[in-house]
């Protein structure tokens, strides 16, 4: 494959504005994604539905903060491209699922893939972009030298068991209909299933790549769980309270499927006898009787006792620390564009509102 | 945002004590992240070599940094209590005070204190229930945290009635501070703190 100029290329690259700047790491990380399905042996019926979301236009924050990692240790974005396409690639692979796990109806504005093309088809192109992710990781060889390539497949390879880990927690946990989690539970869910592939392993193979695999990668799993935490519990309250057009999925999605968010786990403790046990009656529903009516009701308790004001301010806290432990995990990286950027993306995903 | 805002002038001070439970129990949990990644993957010492090179050399002392994060971290939380003015209360508090100290005690022991609640209004709550989060400490360790009761059949008109907490720490259980939250459901705005110290083996509670 060939690779894409991304944010560092070109004279005026450090003058270059936030908005810009990701939107160029998302071009060239989705460009060099979606070659993978440039095979003209592919059928269309696996190219098209596993193109669907490519072509759809996320935040593109994972392969952004890769990508501008890698720069900020020393690399170039070329370098960390291949890295970057698969985990773009793995990412697309893991919504079309958990759309289906979810049955979820929308995803950035449009019908879900299940929803489009069917769930036999939408499973099996999640399928495919899972595998085509394995042969973007195979272009590190070349780029990066085996050694490099073979502890970035390492660090993949752990994101990718800890993420269905934590997603299959999730799923037990709703179906085994648990309400005795606590937010120490709830946290370690999220590190497993949202933080790997979300924050932490962006920071660490980028820096991993950057830094010819130099790099000190303990403060990067400190600074990427509280970055991927905040940017996980925001995205539970956007759920609640966020604007569908803006943040592109059904609100209170989350409460209809009885997802154990903090602010679940928080209603669960606030409430009153009575109404913790109006709470459990509904996650006892199978998912064809929470009503809108239903969901209606549980979204008003939630708002009654405050859940989502504690969700808000136990994130504050997080990000917070996200915030300090950047400065610790970049101490030693010299003032870029790139490092810039990535302290810049801190307030970006844990204050957005999409 | 804006009843998340209102709700939060109320709750006052005590939004520093949710900030601060919520980066304490983040900290916990990736405390625990930390060995597991180790064991799993090692350090990267993968050289000092550019980019495309194969040769090797050690990296940084991840010990040495690591403590440097918690300190930073520390320091946070202190700014926190400095830019709150939040001392550490008496070992028994009333839930409006906020806080509830429990005594020091070792790794092994038990702590147990008294919490209040008090009903100030011409009205009896009825079905009142409580709840407690573990106490969250350092190097990812949590320690249980038992009420009793844990429901009430009526918190009467201008009534008080004692809780007991209990934390019993494990025998393996790291000295340090432990931070915990009881939520009431006749005042889910305003969670009480609880606050444990684990004193060291050698030293001996104070």
Request: aromatic share 6%.
């Amino acid at each position: 494959m060939t690779t894409t100029a991304g944010p560092s290329a070109g004279p005026a690259a450090s003058d270059v504005p936030f908005a810009e700047r990701l939107a160029g790491y998302d071009r060239a990380a989705r460009e060099a994604a979606r070659e993978h399905l440039a095979d003209p042996d592919l059928s269309p019926h696996l190219v098209e539905p596993a193109g669907d979301y490519l072509a759809r236009g996320g935040k593109g924050l994972r392969p952004a903060l890769c990508l501008a990692t890698c720069e900020a240790f020393g690399g170039t974005v070329e370098d960390a491209l291949p890295s970057a396409a698969a985990l773009e690639l793995l990412h697309t692979a893991f919504l079309v699922h958990d759309d289906v796990e979810d049955d979820s109806e929308l995803r950035r504005g449009e019908p879900t893939l299940h929803h489009r093309y069917g769930p036999a088809l939408a499973v099996n192109a999640g399928d495919g972009l899972a595998v085509l992710a394995l042969g973007a990781l195979r272009d590190n060889d070349r780029r990066i030298g085996r050694r490099l390539s073979a502890r970035v497949l390492a660090e993949f390879d752990f994101m990718a068991r800890q993420t269905v880990d934590g997603q299959a927690r999730e799923l037990g946990w709703q179906r085994d209909n648990r309400t005795d989690l606590t937010p120490d539970d709830y946290l370690d869910l999220i590190m497993k299933k949202t933080c790997w592939y979300t924050t932490v392993l962006p920071l660490r193979v980028g820096a991993l790549v950057g830094s010819g695999g130099r790099a000190d990668l303990e403060p990067l799993l400190r600074f990427g769980f509280f970055l991927g935490a905040a940017f996980q519990i925001r995205d539970d309250v956007l759920n609640l309270v966020g604007d569908t057009r803006r943040y592109g999925k059904e609100p209170l999605g989350d409460l209809r499927e009885g997802k154990r968010t903090l602010i679940l786990l928080h209603l669960l403790a606030a409430a009153s006898p009575g109404d913790r046990d109006r709470v459990q009656a509904f996650l006892a529903l199978p998912r064809e009787q929470r009503t809108d009516g239903r969901v209606a009701d549980l979204a008003a308790l939630v708002h009654r006792y405050g859940s989502i004001a504690f969700a808000d301010e136990f994130a504050h806290g997080i990000a917070r620390s996200a915030e300090v432990s950047f400065a610790a995990a970049f101490a030693e990286v010299p003032d870029s564009p790139a490092r810039r950027f990535v302290a810049d993306l801190v307030p970006f995903m844990v204050d957005r509102d999409r | 945002m804006t009843e998340a805002v209102g709700r939060l002038g109320r709750m006052g001070h005590r939004v520093a004590d949710v900030q601060r439970f919520g980066l304490l129990s983040a900290a916990a949990v990736v405390d625990r992240y930390v060995d597991l990644v180790d064991r799993a993957l090692g350090p990267p010492a993968l050289g000092s070599a550019s980019v495309g090179g194969d040769a090797a050399a050690p990296g940084p002392d991840l010990r040495l940094l690591a403590e440097a994060t918690e300190r930073v971290a520390q320091a946070y939380v202190a700014a926190l209590d400095a830019a709150t003015q939040l001392l550490p209360g008496p070992p028994t508090v009333t839930a409006d005070g906020g806080r509830v100290a429990l005594p020091d005690t070792f790794a092994g022991g038990t702590a147990e204190a008294t919490l209040w609640l008090h009903n100030p209004t011409a009205q009896a709550v009825p079905d009142v229930s409580l709840a407690a989060t573990p106490l969250v400490a350092g190097a990812g360790r949590t320690v249980p945290l038992a009420l009793d009761p844990p429901r009430l059949a009526l918190l009467p008109a201008a009534g008080s009635v004692p809780v007991r907490l209990r934390a019993d720490v494990p025998p393996d259980h790291p000295s340090g501070p432990c931070w915990g939250l009881v939520v009431c459901s006749a005042d889910p705005d305003a969670p009480v703190t609880v606050t444990l110290r684990v004193a060291p083996a050698t030293g001996g509670p104070t």
